[in-house]
């Protein structure tokens, strides 16, 4: 067993431990020496990927950052200069104020989303009224909807549901979901609540026509905007500040694509009524 050990950690293979011997005993010692190399193997895979993801975050970050910044200061650097005339100089310090204004939004996501994923972060887990919260959320919405021309197709069922959740987490995931199908929708948007057994499941969907099967797989990574000629439109967090969210209220999301048609879920277990 030792001999068997020192080439595993050699990494001279990768065969674990004989557990096939006379001695129950070190039979026995041998299973649980296996145990530990799977967690071992299995924890090495989660640092890897997670320094991957850091790597990545990083990069992105500072892209996201530096890109908006360079703009700002060549816009402002273009209205000190003495040929400018009055108007042009309006013009270019309310496009270097527009690109601020987007600046301080990816900081402020980022800023969020680093809270909710870290291990101190706790949300107020208490019984919600889904569908009564998703109709005050719609209901916010109601002149973005209409300064877009659309008219949502809403579709609630008469029965109220009741989840064990964060009031203040749903919210903000039902507002995310929908600015992120008014932002990036081809056309009109569907927004469903439905039961299916034990759970209950907010589903929406918009049309998107230049969403691609890897866009869909990656739409929860941080910073990842899917459609790159409209990614000035957003950050890439909201959709993974929904992620985190969900996860820890024990919910679950996915998104698949259904002929050029994104489909969020959100879906959460019904709590049984007293």
Known sequence: ???????YNDGKTNKKIDVALLDK????????????IDRYIVQNKKRITFEKEQKRAIASISHDLRTPLTSILGYIQLAEEEETSPEEKQEMLRIAKERAE?????????????????????????NIQLKQLIIEVLMSFYDRFHENNMEPTI??????????????????VIENLIINAITHSDGNIVIRMEQEGKYVRLIIKNTAE?????????????????????????????????????????????????????????EWTILERE
């Open 210 to 266: 230049n969403l691609t099967k890897l866009d869909v797989e990656r739409m929860f990574d941080r910073f990842y905007t899917g459609d790159r000629a409209r990614s000035g439109k957003s950050t890439g967090l909201g959709l993974a500040i929904v992620k985190s969210l969900m996860e820890k209220m024990n919910g679950s999301i996915t998104a698949e694509l259904v002929q050029n048609e994104l489909v969020i879920i959100c």
């Open 155 to 172: 579709e609630l069922p008469d029965a109220e549901m009741m989840i064990l959740a964060d009031k203040s987490a749903i919210s903000r």
């Open 25 to 36: 005993e070190i039979e026995g010692l041998g299973v649980e020496i296996n145990r530990l």
């Open 102 to 126: 987007r600046l301080e939004v990816l900081l402020k996501d980022f800023f969020e989303l680093s809270i909710i994923e870290s291990a101190e972060h706790q949300l107020k887990l208490e």
């Open 1 to 7: 067993m030792r001999m068997q050990l020192e080439t």
